[in-house]
């Protein structure tokens, strides 16, 4: 079993920035690929980035790209992604979830937590 909790949401005003933290137990947290994704109202869930078990090699979506950016810390089993810039069209319950190494499925999820972006 694997936990996952998401924290650091809420509101913030357009051109604003927020930290997501997502803190993971119950499995060797150096041993899994992890990645942010977030659904905004009416919408489904989209993919908004990916980093590597050693933190080598990130992903993101192309409307995220070069705004936020993803990080891990091993030693602290958690990871994290800066969102600056943010925009209303941003607003969404952000996930993490966590993949196995070698496989692009992610098998266990969070919560949530909820970023909401003001115009």
């Known amino acids: 079993q694997v936990q996952l909790v998401e924290s650091g949401g809420g509101l913030v005003q357009a051109g604003g920035s927020l930290r997501l933290s997502c803190a993971a137990s119950?499995?060797?947290?150096?041993?899994?690929?992890m990645g942010w994704f977030r659904q905004a109202p009416g919408k489904d869930r989209e993919f908004v980035a990916d980093i590597s078990w050693n933190g080598g090699i990130t992903y993101y979506a192309d409307n995220v790209k070069g705004r936020f950016t993803i990080s891990r810390n091993n030693a602290k089993n958690t990871v994290y992604l800066q969102m600056s810039s943010l925009i209303p069209e941003d607003t969404a319950v952000y996930y993490c979830?966590?993949?196995?190494?070698?496989?692009?499925?992610?098998?266990?999820w969070g919560q949530g937590t909820q970023v909401t972006v003001s115009s």
């Open positions: 119950g499995r060797t947290f150096s041993r899994v690929g």
């Open positions: 979830a966590s993949r196995p190494i070698g496989t692009s499925k992610y098998d266990y």
